[in-house]
Nanobody, 121 residues
Framework: HVQLVESGGGSVQAGGSLRLSCVTSEYIGNSYCMAWFRQAPGKQREGVGGIDGDDFTKYPDSMMARFIISRDNSANTLFLQMSNLEPEDTAMYYC????????????????WGQGTQVTVS
């Protein structure tokens, strides 16, 4: 059972940047896709972007150019570099993993972390 632990959240002013990390409990290599999701109070969980085993990345159009996902399999770590943050980016950010292609529906991801809070003011 893969465990995921996020870190790097915090409070930042609008226009600032943050880098989130997600460490897996074991080496999952290229057979897993990984992704970041976020959920603001009263809203549905939404995808921020994903990365597959070939390091192909996929983002919703609204996240393009501001959010960058990368992974370091040797360190069992997924990253999310966020720039030019806006108050609307305030949410709990979660990393997720699944075997198979990147999909947008959160229900199709098998493993989740506990989340890290990002607050933009």
């Amino acid at each position: 059972h893969v465990q995921l632990v996020e870190s790097g959240g915090g409070s930042v002013q609008a226009g600032g940047s943050l880098r989130l990390s997600c460490v897996t409990s074991e080496y999952i290599g290229n057979s897993y896709c990984m992704a970041w999701f976020r959920q603001a109070p009263g809203k549905q969980r939404e995808g921020v972007g994903g990365i597959d085993g070939d390091d192909f990345t996929k983002y919703p159009d609204s996240m393009m150019a501001r959010f960058i996902i990368s992974r370091d399999n040797s360190a069992n770590t997924l990253f999310l570099q966020m720039s030019n943050l806006e108050p609307e980016d305030t949410a709990m950010y979660y990393c997720a993993a699944r075997v198979g292609p990147i999909v947008s529906s959160p229900t199709r991801w098998n493993y989740w972390g506990q989340g890290t809070q990002v607050t933009v003011s």
